[in-house]
């Protein structure tokens, strides 16, 4: 599978799950949506059935009132002057209950007001029949309840009549909106879950063409990783082979070196100790060219407290002379600090690390106790927080923490007191040590080549050989770990050192 078909597939996976997506969220939009319409039409459809309820309540009620009126203006009898006020006292409340189920309709409002004031003529009858009932006047209340009857009972029904068509009309259509709403959320269903079908089919459909894309790649990956760990199985061989034949070539010339450096240290503090006698015997010849020819004496049988003075030109050149033998010496002592120290990594690098469990804290106060009196020269302090142990080559890490606390103490400011931290902590399987200073500090530029072999930066003011860093740099990558530096001009530096928590042989790093 190409870089570009895997982009295209990737591409279309990703317009497939952004359309299903997008899908799922319209559908449950638009369901929310039609759901909350459907269910409100329903609720005004019951509504209408609840308001031609109502009416048929208030009509119910003032029948029952006029019956109960007529009971008792015929017998006289006061159950059916309970019944008639029962009645009555339910119609108010009825009506004001009418009125607000109608509120949402002016026609309907219209009609209430036109209802309510009917019914109350009618009852306003029903009251003064029944007050002839009581003055004894019972032919009286009869007549008068048969001859005003007929208008409020007729208007009433009028009124009611109107309601009730009124409300069929909104029934009606209220119906028809709450079909409508259901019938919109059935298509939108069916729909959503067509389109969400379709799009699963799809998806299914390039899974499974992935998935032979994969299958397919990952028997051609396994075929090349084959061949590619054949291939570094190899180079590693070669590698490790050209490593150790690097550093027995390194020990051989290093050590051969030293047999012609040894002899030429010895001939010039030889040639050193004949300078007297060389010069006296120059002096001696400058005198006697100038008087009488006198008998040459043997090198080494003059006293240099007899020796003759030399002329002003002769003196310069036995000043030269002392130079260049100070400058041989010199250069003759560095080679040697230098071939020694590559002899130093050369066995520290086929050194075998042995992992043991280490007290860290323990460690790095025994190397402060050790450069004791070094720190009290330089006014410094050295503080300890608690430091994790772990496990890895007890004699690397006396090394690496003996360097960084040497550096730290030997690059302090003058004049200023020294303050060196070590504090360190775990982190994802890892121990990590700092170990700040507020000395000179380093040039941003110089944080890299700090830690390459015979590199030093800022002013060399200070014995070493750029040493120290590349051997602390070149241990920890051996136990697995990193190093680095935070530092600027001035303000001080940290070296941060982080270590395998748990090292062993099987993850030891390589040596750069």
């Given at each position: 599978m190409t870089r570009e078909a895997a982009r295209r597939r990737l591409i279309w996976q990703i317009a497939l799950l952004s359309a299903?997506?997008?899908?799922?969220?319209?559908?449950?939009?638009?369901?929310?949506?039609?759901?909350?319409?459907?269910?409100?039409?329903?609720?005004?459809?019951?509504?209408?059935?609840?308001?031609?309820?109502?009416?048929?309540?208030?009509?119910?009620?003032?029948?029952?009132?006029?019956?109960?009126a007529r009971g008792y203006l015929l017998t006289s009898q006061p159950k059916f002057l309970s019944e008639h006020e029962a009645a009555v006292a339910r119609i108010p409340a009825g009506m004001a209950k009418l009125g607000q189920q109608t509120s949402d309709s002016p026609v309907q409002v219209e009609n209430v007001k036109q209802l309510r004031a009917a019914v109350d003529s009618r009852l306003a009858e029903f009251s003064k029949a029944i007050d002839y009932v009581k003055q004894n006047d019972i032919p009286?209340?009869?007549?008068?309840?048969?001859?005003?009857?007929?208008?409020?009972?007729?208007?009433?029904?009028?009124?009611?009549?109107?309601?009730?068509?009124?409300?069929?009309?909104?029934?009606?259509?209220?119906?028809?909106?709450?079909?409508?709403?259901?019938?919109?959320?059935?298509?939108?269903?069916?729909?959503?879950?067509?389109?969400?079908?379709?799009?699963?089919?799809?998806?299914?459909?390039?899974?499974?063409?992935?998935?032979?894309?994969?299958?397919?790649?990952?028997?051609?990956?396994?075929?090349?990783n084959i061949n590619l760990e054949s291939i570094v199985e190899t180079r590693t061989a070669d590698l490790r082979e050209a490593n150790e034949e690097i550093q027995r070539f390194a020990y051989i010339v290093s050590h051969d070196l030293r047999s012609p450096l040894v002899n030429i240290m010895g001939f010039t503090s030889e040639l050193e100790e004949l300078r007297n006698d060389i010069f006296s015997r120059i002096a001696r010849y400058s005198r006697a060219a100038a008087t009488a020819p006198v008998v040459p004496e043997p090198i080494g049988d003059t006293?240099?407290?007899?020796?003759?003075?030399?002329?002003?030109?002769?003196?310069?050149?036995?000043?030269?002379?002392?130079?260049?033998?100070?400058?041989?010496?010199?250069?003759?002592?560095?080679?040697?600090?230098?071939?020694?120290?590559?002899?130093?990594?050369?066995?520290?690098?086929?050194?075998?690390?042995?992992?043991?469990?280490?007290?860290?804290?323990?460690?790095?106060?025994?190397?402060?106790?050790s450069v004791a009196h070094q720190a009290s020269e330089a006014n410094a302090q050295i503080r300890v927080e608690p430091l994790p142990g772990l496990v890895s080559d007890r004699l690397a890490l006396e090394q690496i923490f003996s360097n960084?606390?040497?550096?730290?103490?030997?690059?302090?400011?003058?004049?200023?007191?020294?303050?060196?931290?070590?504090?360190?902590?775990?982190?994802?399987?890892?121990?990590?040590?700092e170990v700040s200073d507020n000395g000179r500090g380093i040039d941003p530029k110089d944080h890299k080549r700090i830690f390459d072999l015979f590199r030093r930066a800022g002013l060399q003011d200070r014995q070493g050989q750029g040493i120290g860093l590349?051997?602390?740099?070149?241990?920890?990558?051996?136990?697995?770990?990193?190093?680095?530096v935070s530092s600027e001009l001035n303000e001080g530096s940290t070296f941060t050192v982080a270590l395998p928590a748990q090292w062993n042989l099987g993850t030891q790093g390589k040596e750069e």
């Open positions: 299903g997506f997008l899908v799922l969220v319209v559908i449950s939009v638009a369901s929310i949506y039609l759901v909350n319409r459907s269910k409100e039409d329903s609720s005004w459809v019951v509504h209408t059935v609840e308001v031609e309820n109502q009416i048929s309540t208030v009509l119910l009620d003032i029948r029952r009132a006029e019956s109960a009286g209340g009869v007549a008068m309840l048969r001859d005003e009857s007929g208008i409020s009972a007729r208007r009433i029904g009028e009124f009611a009549t109107a309601m009730r068509a009124e409300e069929g009309r909104l029934f009606q259509r209220r119906t028809q909106a709450a079909d409508r709403s259901q019938t919109l959320a059935a298509i939108v269903a069916t729909t959503g879950s067509g389109l969400v079908l379709f799009l699963a089919v799809l998806s299914i459909f390039l899974i499974r063409r992935s998935g032979q894309a994969r299958d397919h790649a990952e028997h051609q990956l396994r075929e090349n006293d240099p407290a007899n020796a003759p003075e030399l002329q002003a030109e002769d003196k310069q050149l036995s000043q030269d002379f002392s130079e260049a033998l100070g400058f041989i010496k010199s250069s003759i002592g560095k080679m040697d600090r230098l071939i020694s120290a590559i002899l130093n990594l050369t066995r520290e690098g086929r050194r075998e690390f042995h992992p043991v469990p280490v007290d860290t804290r323990e460690l790095v106060e025994t190397i402060i106790s960084l606390i040497d550096n730290a103490l030997k690059y302090l400011r003058p004049g200023v007191p020294g303050d060196i931290l070590i504090k360190g902590r775990n982190k994802l399987g890892f121990v990590i040590i590349a051997h602390v740099r070149a241990l920890v990558r051996r136990m697995g770990g990193t190093i680095n």
